[in-house]
């Protein structure tokens, strides 16, 4: 079994990422973790926070010359911002933001200062999550498994491409807003510009496409193993992210059945079972079938804003009209990365659940020998 935890506070020493049931003799590339790190700081939209945040992990346990051995691996990212807050005289927090976890938070765990709720509420945390993200993509890549993504939508304005491949996707990383429609992606710059210069913020919707996904992770026979299931949990956990569709997701539910389901055609060469269309986004049943796993998320506009909502103090029962130093305007490119990283991570758990978690070479093993039988079957 695979499993992950992190910790770490917004504006405390670091985040801290455990991951624990990675096979053995794993080569882990601590540059490609921090690649992917930069990813997640890119992204037209950003505040002033990303101009101080240079993150970098550092090894803490589990590896040995750049290998797993089998022992849990930890990694540590330290924060920059951390020395700036140690000596201020911070004031406690008593004006919950709309939208985001302050009121709900300090409700449930009983705190006085919201910033107890609000450091650890706070998307900062995605840096951990993607570091492990990037632990799962280098897992995945021994199978030739590779997760990707775009922005497709923005303050309402929507790229015109649809089912992009592979090499179209490779590309997202050179658009600001990580969408590969170049005309949609200046029209997204400019309602940010536009949503920023009047104190407002914008969401979107992104697209996580896994490539070379092998038939067969997941299962139908239980809840909890359905993979559809486990990818919208994972995608749904992500700060700001309120919905999750897979394949054609929400637009089946206009369609007839006939302009749905894809139909199945059988190649004795190589290809075996094969389909012409995706609009299952690879998944029947909580099992994949071979076609590249297609999810959608939408992410809702960041809650904390120039221009305030109003609110009530919890010391004071005052209603106010809340300020703020500092925030993103949008922050739909970054969480597109860790929507890869959330993907790519339920993928590998699949994986190793599927073909053993003991050693790299006993998952190769066993991955050959189901490859075999697919083309056998
Ligand atoms: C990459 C990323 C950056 C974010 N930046 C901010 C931000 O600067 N300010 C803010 O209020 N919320 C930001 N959020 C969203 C909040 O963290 C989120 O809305 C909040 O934790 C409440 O959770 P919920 O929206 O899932 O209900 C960000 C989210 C992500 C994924
Ligand atoms: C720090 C990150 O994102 C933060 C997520 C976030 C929030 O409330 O979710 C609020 C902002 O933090 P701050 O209050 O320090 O400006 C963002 O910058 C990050 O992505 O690394």
């Not at 924060?79 to 700036?84: C, S, T, V």
């Not at 239980?222 to 637009?251: C, N, P, T, Y």
Request: charged share 25%; net charge neutral; proline share 4%.
């Amino acid at each position: 079994m695979l499993r992950f935890l992190t910790a770490g506070e917004s504006h405390g020493k670091a985040l801290i990422a455990v991951i624990e049931g990675l096979p053995a003799n794993l080569a882990v590339d601590i540059n490609f973790i921090n690649r992917e790190l930069s990813r997640r700081q890119m992204g037209y939209g950003r505040g002033g926070r990303m101009k101080i945040e240079k993150d970098a992990v550092e090894v803490i346990s589990g590896l040995k010359e750049g290998c797993t051995t089998g022992s849990p691996v930890a990694f540590l990212i330290p924060n920059l911002d951390y020395p700036n807050w140690q000596d201020k005289a911070v004031e406690p927090v008593t004006r919950p933001r709309p939208g985001h976890g302050d009121l709900a938070g300090a409700l449930k765990y009983r705190q006085n200062d919201i910033r107890n709720i609000l450091e650890r509420a706070s998307a900062r945390e995605t840096a951990a999550r993607v570091a492990v993200g990037a632990v799962a993509k280098q897992l995945l890549s021994i199978f030739n498994i590779e997760v990707l993504s775009h922005v497709i939508a923005i303050g309402g304005i929507e790229a015109a491409i649809k089912n992009p491949g592979q090499e179209d996707l490779r590309r997202a990383d050179e658009s600001p807003v990580r969408c590969i429609d170049r005309f949609a992606g200046q029209k997204m710059m400019a309602a940010i510009d536009g949503a920023k210069r009047e104190g407002d913020s914008l969401g979107g919707v992104f697209e996580v496409v896994a490539f070379n996904v092998p038939v067969g992770l997941g299962s139908h026979a239980h809840w909890d193993r359905k993979l559809d299931g486990r990818i919208a949990w994972s995608l749904m956990s992500v700060q700001g992210i309120k919905g999750v569709e897979i394949g054609l997701g929400f637009e089946a539910a206009a369609r007839r059945g006939s302009q749905v389901h894809d139909e199945i055609f059988f190649d004795s060469e190589s290809r075996r079972f094969y389909r012409k269309t995706n609009n299952a986004g690879g998944l029947e049943a909580g099992i994949t079938n071979g076609c590249p796993l297609v999810v959608r998320a939408a992410m809702k506009p960041i809650p904390t804003l120039y221009r305030p909502l109003l609110s009530i103090d919890i010391k004071t029962k005052e209603p106010f009209a809340a300020s703020v130093e500092r925030s993103d305007v949008c922050a739909v490119p970054a969480a597109s990365i860790v929507g890869e990283a959330a993907v790519a991570w339920v993928l590998a758990e699949a994986l190793v659940e599927k073909f053993g978690s003991d050693t790299v070479e006993e998952m190769q093993e066993g991955f050959e020998r189901w490859m075999k039988y697919l083309q056998e079957f």
